[in-house]
């Protein structure tokens, strides 16, 4: 999948900026600031937006293409490439232009990708040098879900996702759905009937089969397309919720059974089937441009 994101004779290059899902999430408290502490486990898949930069001598940070709904100061990319010179001194600039291929408030943490994306391709077109750890600890005050696409493992968070230990996972297919609604993982979580007590578990219960979403309650019974989407899966060996939804997803062992579900499923679910992943594109792109 990496090689399709290779530099341009332009000098443009396009980055891969990956979806993730959350494989379980439990809600084990709440801190002062009204954040909630997690435990959760991160995979990526081989679904991506794709990002295109091009370096500017002007210094100007410049949007060239249209996020539905999203301000360019308000754009994660642009806020992403502006906190990365602001914190390196840099003069350079950048065009950025993302092609989103990721539902927006699907959970798939597609927002956050992008800025992770930002962060690490620009670091190395403006040479600014930080390293993993600096990039992370710029990631996080642009959202929760950042950090984990900067450091680029599939991984057991805790805190509110940035306390991060790296996991060997199997890397199973997928079918993912995507319901038509948008849920704003905001609302999810100031939920009055929200689960924000759970108690913690570790690594080997989740992979003893202890996969819960704490938001899924909620979430079913606030959006009923979620709520179809997870009935349809339960056909299929039962579905999950990716962090706050809208996307659920089923894990198949074999990429043919996975696509004969895709083949049944219906089509206002938006479903795609994707590779669980490891390692993210993001940085196998890195080992290509290096
Ligand atoms: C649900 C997850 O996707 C799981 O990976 C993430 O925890 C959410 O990450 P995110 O989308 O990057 O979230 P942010 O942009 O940081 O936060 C959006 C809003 O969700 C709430 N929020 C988010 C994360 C968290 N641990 N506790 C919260 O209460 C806050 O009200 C915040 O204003
Ligand atoms: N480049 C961007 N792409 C998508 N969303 C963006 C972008 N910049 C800012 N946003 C804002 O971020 C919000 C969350 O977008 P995102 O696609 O990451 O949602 P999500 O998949 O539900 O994320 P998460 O799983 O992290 O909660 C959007 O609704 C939008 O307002």
Known sequence: MSGSFTAEPSGASTWPAPAKLNLMLR????????YHELQTVFQFI????????????DGLINRLAEVPGVAP???????AALRLRE???????????????????GGLGGGSSDAATTLVALNRLWATGLDEDALADLALPLGADVPVFVRGF??????????????????????????????????????????RDSAPATLADFVAGD?????????RREYAPV???????????????????????????????????????PPEMRPFVARGL??????????TVS
């Open 87 to 105: 914190a390196t001194g840099c003069r350079l600039g950048a065009n950025i232009r993302c092609e989103k291929q990721l539902p927006m408030g």
């Open 227 to 265: 709520a179809a989407a997870l009935d349809w899966l339960s056909g299929w060996g039962g579905g999950r919720l990716t962090g706050t939804g809208a996307c659920v997803f089923a894990v198949f062992e074999d990429r043919a059974d996975a696509l004969r579900a895709l083949e049944q499923c």
């Open 278 to 287: 490891n390692r993210s594109p993001l940085l196998a792109h890195m080992d």
């Open 73 to 79: 100061e308000d754009d994660l990319t642009v806020r």
């Open 154 to 195: 599939a991984a057991w968070g805790e805190g509110v996702g940035e306390r991060l230990v790296p996991v060997a996972l199997p890397e199973p297919w997928y079918l993912v759905l995507s319901p038509p609604c948008s849920v704003s993982t905001r609302d999810v979580f100031m939920h009055p009937e929200l689960t």
């Open 46 to 57: 081989d679904r991506c937006d794709r990002l295109r930069f091009e370096v500017r001598e």
């Open 27 to 34: 809600i084990v408290g709440r801190r002062p600031d009204g």
């Open 211 to 219: 996969v819960v979403n704490d938001c899924l309650s909620v979430v």
